[in-house]
């Protein structure tokens, strides 16, 4: 038989990351915009703020509904320390400068797609998913082999995870509409960059799949 990334999603099977799409780096009032004057928002970051609420978030919230609607299991990491003070974040967030700390507002999921009271939402102090936390051993322990991702910030996190769920024999989907960085050209380049080790769909793509299945 044949390898190949390019298999579709048995949702029995499947699991759905929405990396990083969190009050902090997904909402204007979020700590890493909150202190920046205006001026320096809308050079920076009023173009991946329009993109997030116009087409980003709403295709996380159909892409949301579909897989909870197909039985895959819906699941969430975001940037929070285990501290308030940030103790435990790894060196690369200390020298980068920010901490989201424990329990704050920061740290939870945007409302937008808020977790259902049975979904697995679990805090990260690192940039991959699977470095500072026990998803694998969550995931293995769900029976999960298929993992969708999608999420923010393109070229970062998502990327990170991507990689990190590749090397542990994970088949990646990246839903490539339904993730965002801070400009297309950052966007493209990430896409083209981490496309050997995943499968990439559109949400509409992905939904068409999923409906599919129930028939």
Not at 9 to 22: K, N, S, T
Request: net charge negative; proline share 2%.
């Amino acid at each position: 038989m044949e390898l190949t990334r390019n298999v579709p999603i048995e949702p029995g099977q499947a699991a759905i990351l929405y990396v990083d799409v969190q009050n902090f780096s997904a909402h204007r009032k979020g700590a890493e915009f909150a202190d920046l004057d205006e001026k320096t928002f809308e050079e920076k970051y009023r173009w991946y703020f329009d993109r997030l609420d116009a087409d980003v978030i709403p295709r996380m919230q159909e892409l949301q509904a579909a897989c909870r609607s197909a039985g895959v299991e819906v699941m969430y990491t975001t940037i929070e320390s285990l501290t308030l003070d940030g103790r435990d974040r790894s060196l690369d967030y200390k020298i980068t400068g920010f901490n989201v700390a424990k329990g704050s507002w920061d740290g939870k999921v945007i409302d937008q797609i808020a977790p259902g009271e049975d979904e697995i939402v679990l805090p990260k102090s690192s940039s991959s998913v699977f470095v500072s936390t026990h998803i694998d051993y969550i995931l293995r322990n769900l029976g999960v082999k298929q993992l969708i991702i999608c999420g923010l910030i393109t070229d970062q996190c998502v990327e990170s995870a991507i990689r990190d769920a590749c090397d542990l024999g994970y088949l990646v989907t990246q839903v490539t509409d339904a993730c965002l960085t801070y400009s297309q050209e950052r966007h493209d380049n990430s896409l083209r960059t981490i496309k050997g080790y995943c499968r990439q769909v559109t949400t509409a793509e992905l939904i068409a799949e999923l409906k599919s299945k129930a028939v």
